[in-house]
């Protein structure tokens, strides 16, 4: 059974720091690229970043780049989103999702992370 | 960036009943390797979303057949047949034909 476990949200004030982990099993991690998907509350989703399978290419949204660093260790099996220089526009649920190479959608996700940016 | 207009924003339909969901990219959503990259999404209350549909019309493992996809280029619909209590959520279609990735902005089922 494929999972995706995330953690390491929380609150955190603007301009400082917080890194994202996404534990995978259930699944060959290091055949499919991953990404990270999120939602404001009561709003709707907004792709991130992605990463390729064996972590050579990256993709970020515009609002994000220079801020945000998708990586991943093929041997842990875990996915990280390290979000640096925090913004209140950033405070939202945070998912990890297999971004499924052949079908180009986002077969599975985890339960979300919740992140505030706030004072 | 390409913009997904998904309608209506929200729906209300009686058990038993049929609905369709519209979306339509602000460009093509054929990929140069001839593929069409929409797809489609429910998210239940509280729940994080879930695959439904891959590539315009492919239903996800476990997916009813009262759930159907349809289109090209930049029309792509979702047709729900005799609803049932358990569709109830927000629908989101997403292209991932181009960067950056986008989503419809959702549409809401509700059960009358």
């Known amino acids: 059974e494929v999972q995706l476990v995330e953690s390491g949200g929380g609150l955190v004030q603007p301009g400082r720091s917080l890194k994202l982990s996404c534990a995978a099993s259930?699944?060959?991690?290091?055949?499919?690229?991953m990404a990270w998907v999120r939602q404001a509350p009561k709003k709707g989703l907004e792709w991130v970043a992605t990463i390729s399978y064996d972590g050579s290419s990256t993709y970020y949204r515009d609002s994000v780049k220079g801020r945000f660093t998708i990586s991943r260790d093929n041997a842990k099996s875990t996915l990280y989103l390290q979000m640096d220089s925090l913004r209140s526009e950033d405070t939202a649920t945070y998912y990890c999702?297999?971004?499924?190479?052949?079908?180009?959608?986002?077969?599975?996700w985890g339960q979300g992370v919740m992140v505030t940016v706030s004072s | 960036d390409v913009v997904m207009t998904q309608t209506p924003p929200s729906l209300s339909v009686a058990i038993g009943q049929s609905v369709s969901i519209s979306c339509k990219s602000s460009?093509?959503?054929?990929?140069?390797?001839?593929?069409?990259?929409l797809h489609w999404l429910l998210q239940s209350s509280g729940r994080s979303p879930k695959r439904l549909i891959y590539q315009v019309s492919n239903l996800d493992s476990g997916v009813p057949d009262r759930f159907s996809g349809t289109g090209s280029q930049k029309d792509f619909t979702l047709k729900i047949s005799r609803v049932e209590a358990k569709d109830l959520g927000v629908y989101y279609c997403a292209q991932t034909t181009h960067f950056p990735l986008t989503f419809g902005s959702g549409t809401k089922l509700e059960i009358k």
């Open positions: 999702a297999r971004h499924n190479y052949y079908y180009g959608d986002f077969d599975y």
């Open positions: 460009q093509s959503l054929v990929y140069s390797d001839g593929k069409t990259y």
């Open positions: 259930g699944f060959t991690f290091s055949d499919y690229n």
